[in-house]
């Protein structure tokens, strides 16, 4: 499946609203977690319906509702049934290539992120992240277990920091923190090879080198397609009017913004770095070309006049005095030694070899 670009030909014609899953099956079957807390207390469960979500939400506190993997779309019918969430959000929800957004509506606000991480062969992977946002439930949406997210759980479960005394807006803003926070570890990673091959492009520079400029450029492009709409949704959301981002969110909102900007800005910093190394890579083997074909300039230009000499003397003709001559050979090769040598002292004043 193409990394930049998702074909959404099961949407062809369909109307808007249809809940379509597109994207790449990464689960056998979904999988539903649930963490509900208060300042006391903690409780976490793996329920088997969306019934059970909605009943461990009417107990009071706080409910982070995480459901792995999307492509079942009756479980995403019935969270729209179960919470109140409009067609056109789930939607979004069942796109996983869906850009990265902010909308806010009556109850509740919804927010598209995608989440960076790291293979093993430097290869950068995105997953989306989908949020339904009320007051006292997060309803968070992936593409399969395994996320970014562990040390806000550890958070909720130590009841270290605020998370356990705020209310859902702000455990969506924590775990927007932690998306953000990884993709800034995923460009730093990036970034370590990035400019260590600024010595490997002046001192040795070759195909493998170049090879590797031009992967880590695709995987660059690759961070900054994601990068720079999860900016602006972040700012988005920093100006949302919504009641769930009221006053005593704009700190942390205004943190998040620092952390889009700086992702997006060490994006572009390395996207220009690459190509400075490129640029200079094609210099340096651009002036080695011009001293090799310095090189050869100048022996083809010390054999002309030799290349001369052997040519007058290497002709057929019977009536040549010189040849006749006992000193005629040695005289030959003293010219010629002459020739190159002098021209070789010349060059060498004039600092072309």
Not at 279 to 303: K, S
């Amino acid at each position: 499946m193409a990394r930049f670009l998702r074909k959404i030909d099961r949407k062809a014609g369909q109307p808007p609203g249809a809940v379509i899953f597109v994207g790449e099956r990464k689960m056998e079957r979904p999988r539903l977690r649930v963490i509900r807390f208060d300042p006391q207390t903690v409780q976490e469960e793996e329920p088997e319906s969306v019934e059970d979500v909605q009943a461990a939400a009417s107990r009071g506190g706080v409910l982070w509702a995480n459901l792995d993997g999307l492509h079942d779309e009756s479980i995403l019918h019935r969270f729209g049934a179960g919470f109140d969430l409009p067609s056109l959000v789930l939607e979004d929800v069942a796109n996983t290539s869906q850009r990265p957004k902010a909308e806010d509506f009556e109850e509740f606000s919804f927010i598209c992120a995608r989440m960076l991480w790291l293979g093993e062969d430097r290869q950068v992977h995105a997953e989306q992240l989908s949020m339904a946002v009320f007051s006292s439930v997060l309803l968070t949406f992936q593409e399969r277990t395994g996320d970014v997210f562990d040390a806000v759980r550890q958070r909720i479960r130590s009841g270290r920091g605020r998370v356990r005394r705020r209310d859902a807006p702000y455990l969506a803003c924590a775990l927007l923190d932690s998306v953000m926070e990884n993709c800034i570890r995923v460009i730093e990673v990036l970034g370590e090879r990035i400019e260590d091959m600024g010595e490997e492009v002046l001192n040795d520079p070759s195909p493998e080198l170049l090879e590797e400029i031009h992967e880590y450029r695709r995987e660059v492009a690759y961070v900054r397609k994601h990068l720079r709409p999860m900016r602006e949704m972040v700012h988005r959301l920093a100006r949302s009017e919504s009641e769930l981002f009221g006053p005593d969110m704009r700190p942390f909102l205004d943190e998040l913004t620092d952390l889009a900007d700086q992702a997006s800005e060490a994006a572009d910093l390395y996207r220009d770095m690459l190509g400075d190394h490129l640029n200079a890579y094609n210099m340096v083997m651009a002036n080695r070309l011009n001293d090799v074909m310095r090189f050869l300039t100048v022996f083809a230009t010390i054999f002309i006049p030799l290349t001369f000499v052997a040519g007058v003397y290497g002709m057929n003709f019977q009536h040549m005095p010189e040849l006749g001559l006992r000193w005629a050979y040695p005289a030959f090769w003293g010219l010629i030694v002459a020739l190159g040598g002098g021209m070789i002292v010349y060059f060498r004043k004039k600092g072309w070899l």
